[in-house]
């Protein structure tokens, strides 16, 4: 018996010196799990939110400081890491990034080897969480935190046939150089338009089925068309009433009546443009825009509204209208009639309402470019198309490349 009581002590005593150790490894388990468990979270938040950011499109100017990201981007991050992540987490090093093919080589590559380019988005963060058991000196722990890392790159390449019209600014303006080109204005533009247009056949020549399509009407005053007559017509956009005055609820309730008229007189005007309706012929497309001259003034709602009738007679799923412009509109008042009556959601609605050949649902967009001029002063331009598709570019290289965005299909595939 007294053997037995003996040994019983010796089993306490090494049960005693061992808790500290047993508890160490439980404590060191528990948080190591949760460290692992994090890590997959953020992991899976950041690609989540890596997608949200390439559907969502937005400039990605850094708000706080370099590779910081837009606020707009920072705050769809935030809000997906945040909802996967919720015990007392603090994030850290939010990183939002975005690529240009000229800025990858990988695209740089493809291009060279005739392949579609790319736009690339990259979300880098940390998770700091308050640990369970942080140890002392007598057991071992995390310490009162720990982190977990993670990252998500996502590529965004055209998928679906698009119908794209040009709504081109050819005023008076557009003859003047500028400094974010080499050239005239009107010449840089044709310069961008041959290189999306290059981009889009790409897609032509690897696609079997369906292909992007291109048309362009240009404005100063007015757009033009060339008749099978042969003999240089106007367009003329705008209803009036009986009594000669006009109606901007006649005007959009009729939008989609393509209207013939000779009312464009000269006035002085030596612009040389015509409509070019949707052709996936290139060559001959910028053959004709090579031709075009600017003159005259500007009112942006009449290549507006003459591009939505030439869109939809477009054939693909998606439907495109992006206007380029580089100043005011001369009738600023006129134009905001027109979008206070409805004038571009009816646009939207129609064009986004009709069905492809083959059955597909439609989806049209309306966006808008500026030249060399910060479009978000024209407040019908912006109230049209909404604040999140008017885009301000500084350069030749901003407009091309926020084109071939536009393009580019709405949610981006993850790396």
Not at 369 to 391: H, I, P, S
């Amino acid at each position: 018996m007294r053997k037995i009581k003996k040994q019983s002590g010796h089993a306490a005593l090494l049960f005693a010196m061992i808790i500290p150790g047993l508890f160490g490894i439980f404590t060191l388990a528990t948080d190591g799990a949760r460290a692992l468990q994090t890590k997959a979270r953020i992991e899976d938040a950041s690609e989540i939110a890596v997608l949200a950011i390439a559907a969502h499109n937005d400039d990605n100017q850094d708000s706080q400081g370099a590779g910081s990201g837009s606020r707009v981007n920072r705050q769809i991050a935030t809000d997906y890491l945040n909802a996967y992540l919720r015990d007392s987490t603090q994030l850290t090093g939010l990183k939002v990034k975005k690529y240009n093919c000229d800025q990858i080589a990988e695209c740089r590559a493809g291009l060279a080897r005739g392949e579609p380019r790319f736009f690339q988005y990259e979300i880098e963060v940390s998770s700091v969480q308050d640990t369970w058991f942080p140890g002392n000196d007598s057991i071992e722990g995390f310490g009162d935190t720990f982190s977990a890392k993670g990252a998500a790159v996502a590529r965004k390449y055209q998928s679906e046939a698009v119908d794209i019209i040009f709504v081109s600014d050819y005023s008076g303006s557009m003859a003047w150089n500028w400094s974010g080109g080499r050239n005239r204005k009107y010449i840089d533009l044709r310069n961008i338009i041959q290189e999306v247009t290059d981009e889009l056949q790409k897609f032509n020549d690897l696609n079997n089925t369906d292909n992007n399509t291109v048309g362009l009407t240009a404005f100063n005053y007015y757009t033009k068309t060339i008749p099978s007559n042969r003999s240089n017509h106007c367009f003329m956009t705008q209803l009036v009433n009986p009594n000669g005055r006009f109606s901007a609820s006649q005007t959009v309730r009729n939008i989609f009546v393509e209207k013939n008229n000779r009312y464009c007189v000269n006035h002085g005007d030596s612009s040389r443009f015509q409509d070019l309706p949707l052709t996936d012929n290139y060559s001959s497309f910028n053959n004709s825009v090579r031709s075009f001259y600017p003159n005259h003034g500007t009112a942006s709602f009449q290549g507006i509204i003459r591009g939505a009738q030439m869109l939809r007679k477009g054939r693909n799923p998606r439907r495109l209208l992006i206007v380029l412009s580089d100043g005011e509109d001369g009738d600023p008042s006129r134009h905001m009639q027109l979008v206070n009556a409805g004038m571009c959601s009816t646009i939207v609605n129609t064009l986004s309402g009709d069905l492809t050949p083959d059955g597909h649902k439609v989806k049209a967009r309306l966006a808008v470019v500026g030249f060399d001029y910060d479009v978000n002063k024209n407040r019908a331009l912006q109230k049209c198309v909404g604040a999140e598709n008017v885009y301000k570019a500084q350069n030749r290289d901003d407009i091309l490349n926020k084109i071939l965005e536009l393009i580019t299909e709405e949610i981006g595939h993850l790396k």
